[in-house]
C-alpha cells in the first residue's frame, strides 16, 4: 500500500514537472521569434553581399569585352570601307563584290557584338546598383530589429 502511494506521488510529481516545463511566456516567445528574424535578415544580407562582390568582379571583364569587341568592329569597319573602295573601282568584279559582301557581313556582325558588350556591361552595372539598395534596406532592417 505505502509502494503504491508512492508510486502514484512520483508519477504525479512527475506529470507536474512536465507540465511546467512546457509553458513559456509570451515575451520569450516574441523573443524568439525576433531572433528568428534577425538571422533570416542576416543571411538574406550575406547571401546579397555575396552576390554583390561575384558582380563587381564581373564588371573588370565586361569592360574588357566592351573595349575588344568595339577594337574589332572598328577594324571590321576599316575592312569592310577598303573592300567597299576596291569594288568601286571594278564594279563587275565578283571576287571583289564577294569580298565587299564579306566585309559588310562581317563588320555588322561586330558591330551587333560590340552593342550586346555595352548592353552587358550596363545591366551589370543596373544589377550592381540594386543590391546596394537592396543591402543598405537590409541594414537598416536588421537595425530596427536589433534595437528592439
Same mark, same amino acid.
Given at each position: 500500500?505505502k509502494?503504491k502511494?508512492l508510486?502514484?506521488?512520483?508519477v504525479v510529481? %512527475?506529470?507536474?514537472?512536465s &507540465?511546467? *516545463?512546457?509553458? &513559456?511566456?509570451?515575451d520569450?516567445? *516574441?523573443v524568439?521569434n525576433n ?17 554583390? /562582390?561575384?558582380?563587381e568582379?564581373?564588371v573588370?571583364? $565586361? @569592360? ?5 569587341? *568595339?577594337?574589332? *568592329?572598328q577594324?571590321? &569597319?576599316?575592312?569592310? !570601307?577598303? /573592300? =567597299?573602295? !576596291? ?10 563584290a564577294?569580298? $565587299?559582301?564579306k /566585309? /559588310?557581313s @562581317?563588320a ?8 550586346k558588350a %555595352?548592353d552587358?556591361l550596363e545591366?551589370?552595372k ?7 539598395k ?8 536588421? =537595425? ?5
Amino acid at each position: 500500500m505505502k509502494a503504491k502511494f508512492l508510486y502514484w506521488m512520483f508519477v504525479v510529481l %512527475v506529470s507536474c514537472a512536465s &507540465v511546467s *516545463a512546457q509553458v &513559456v511566456s509570451k515575451d520569450s516567445l *516574441a523573443v524568439l521569434n525576433n531572433q528568428k528574424k534577425i538571422l533570416a535578415l542576416n543571411k538574406k544580407l550575406n547571401d546579397n553581399k555575396i552576390e554583390l /562582390a561575384e558582380l563587381e568582379n564581373k564588371v573588370p571583364k $565586361a @569592360t574588357d569585352e566592351v573595349a575588344s569587341t *568595339a577594337d574589332n *568592329a572598328q577594324k571590321s &569597319v576599316e575592312q569592310n !570601307k577598303l /573592300a =567597299a573602295d !576596291k569594288l568601286g573601282t571594278d564594279p563587275q568584279d565578283k571576287k571583289l563584290a564577294k569580298n $565587299a559582301s564579306k /566585309a /559588310a557581313s @562581317t563588320a555588322s556582325r561586330d558591330a551587333k557584338r560590340a552593342r550586346k558588350a %555595352v548592353d552587358n556591361l550596363e545591366k551589370l552595372k543596373r544589377n550592381i546598383e540594386s543590391l546596394k539598395k537592396k543591402i543598405q534596406e537590409d541594414e537598416t532592417k536588421l =537595425a530596427g530589429l536589433n534595437a528592439k
